[in-house]
C-alpha cells in the first residue's frame, strides 16, 4: 500500500476553502491502495494530524491541543 500525506489549511486567506478541497480530496482517495495522513495547519501555523479529519465537522469549531 502506497501512502500518502495531504497538507491543509494554514494561514492563507484561502483557509476555509483548503480545508473544504481537502475533505473531498481525503474522501475521494482509493483506501485500498493509499494510506492518507492528513495533517491539518490551522490559521496561526501549527501542524495537527488524527482522526476524523475526513470530516468537515471537525473543524467547524477547531481547537487544538
Known amino acids: 500500500m502506497k501512502r500518502i500525506a495531504v497538507l491543509f489549511g494554514g494561514k492563507s486567506c484561502e483557509h476555509d476553502i483548503s480545508v473544504i478541497t481537502a475533505v473531498q480530496a481525503i474522501n475521494g482517495i482509493d483506501a485500498a ?29 477547531f481547537v487544538g491541543k
Open 33 to 61: 491502495e493509499y494510506a492518507v495522513l492528513p495533517v491539518y495547519i490551522d490559521t496561526e501555523g501549527n501542524f495537527f494530524t488524527g482522526g476524523n479529519f475526513d470530516r468537515i465537522e471537525t473543524f467547524r469549531k
